[in-house]
């Protein structure tokens, strides 16, 4: 019964798509190949022909594409730390981003361990992906992550090295941690200090930078509040700096937390401390802070989805064009005040 059902089952076909939404085939074939630019079809014309196709449950036969073109239509997105919320949407708006495309994603978690990247990247080349938007792991070296695949085309996300060799998405992280830091300035604060990550990566240098100017320009810049901890064992130097500066006669009166996990574990460690965020101290950090408070903490967001879509669309284009010149996208962050 259930195998003369599965024959009565007709295959979807682009023609019968092409025929619901009252299009041509082609166009139905370079919407759903991903190549919507390249046949110069709308980006209405192209949602309509992907929701049709959606909905009659097109499937690609992804085996007879691959032989066709070479190609097998697969991306990986490399990420330090998948448990941490700023990876975790980014996988999140990257696949759905990759899906529109007609790719699948394929997502790879490093541990933010130096010893996990050659593994990882070899894997990928092995299952000859199409493509790599990585994000580097802290403290590696320029160049050793390209070295590892140097015929597949990676886009770094978020993290960058100084040395330019590979098109990267980022936000402008001097000026949105210039101007957090001018936020407290403009709360009163003047001993404000910074919780960083001791970091090789230039994302970490710009917030440091940013924060250092803002605070030189106001002549309140003081080097002993600067507090840099290291990624699996900080939560000890974290408390003992806290403890430190909190208690002393000049004490701290702000804090500019630079990363999403710094920020939540500067929290509890002030909450462990009975220090009150925005009464006791004013905080700014990286990211929504996913920790209990019963005050709202200003925090920089990062556009995600913007950065899903930057480093998909550019990942995409060298794909098609290997020569294409890399490229270096810089996004605007914003802070939010609930």
């Known amino acids: 019964m259930l195998a003369n059902n599965a024959e009565k089952i007709k295959k979807v076909s682009m023609q ?58 697969t991306v990986a997105l490399v990420v330090a730390d998948i448990s941490d919320v700023f990876f975790g949407t980014l996988a999140y ?31 990928l080349a092995n299952r000859q992906v199409d493509g790599i938007i990585a994000v580097p792991v802290s403290n590696t070296e320029s160049n050793s992550i390209e070295q590892l695949c ?42 404000i200090a910074i919780i960083s990550y001791k970091e090789t990566l230039m994302h ?15 002549h309140c810049y003081d080097e002993s509040l600067v507090c840099e901890v290291n990624y699996f064992d900080h939560k000890d130097h974290l408390a003992q700096f806290l403890k430190e500066h909190l208690q002393q006669p000049h004490a701290i009166d702000g804090i500019f937390m630079a990363t999403g996990g710094l920020s939540s574990a500067t929290i509890h460690c002030l909450a462990d401390m009975g220090v009150k965020p925005q009464t006791d101290v004013q905080l700014i950090g990286f990211g929504r802070i996913d920790t209990a408070s ?21 990942l995409l284009d060298q794909i098609e064009s290997p020569e294409k010149s890399i490229v270096d ?10």
């Open 16 to 73: 019968d798509i092409a025929d619901a939404a009252g299009v041509a085939r082609s166009t139905v074939s370079f919407v759903l190949n991903g190549k919507e630019k390249e046949g110069r079809i709308s980006e209405s014309i192209a949602q309509k022909v992907r929701e049709v196709a959606k909905r009659m449950n097109y499937q690609f036969n992804a085996i007879a594409r691959s032989l066709r073109t070479g190609r097998s239509y």
């Open 93 to 123: 708006h990257l696949q759905e981003c990759a899906e529109e495309k007609g790719y699948l994603l394929v997502i790879m978690n490093t541990g933010e361990k130096q010893k996990r990247i050659a593994p990882v990247f070899n894997m």
């Open 150 to 191: 140097p015929n597949i085309p990676i886009v770094f996300v978020d993290r960058y090295f100084k040395t330019f060799n590979t098109s990267r998405v980022r936000i402008d992280n001097y000026e949105i941690s210039k101007t957090a830091t001018q936020l407290l300035l403009g709360k009163g604060c003047k001993r």
């Open 204 to 218: 970490i240098y710009e917030r440091k930078r940013g924060y250092i100017d803002a605070l030189k320009a106001n």
């Open 294 to 314: 019963d005050v709202s903490i200003p925090y920089v967001k990062q556009p995600m989805l913007e950065i899903c879509k930057h480093s998909l669309s550019i």
């Open 329 to 338: 996208c810089v996004l605007p962050a914003s802070i939010v005040i609930d």
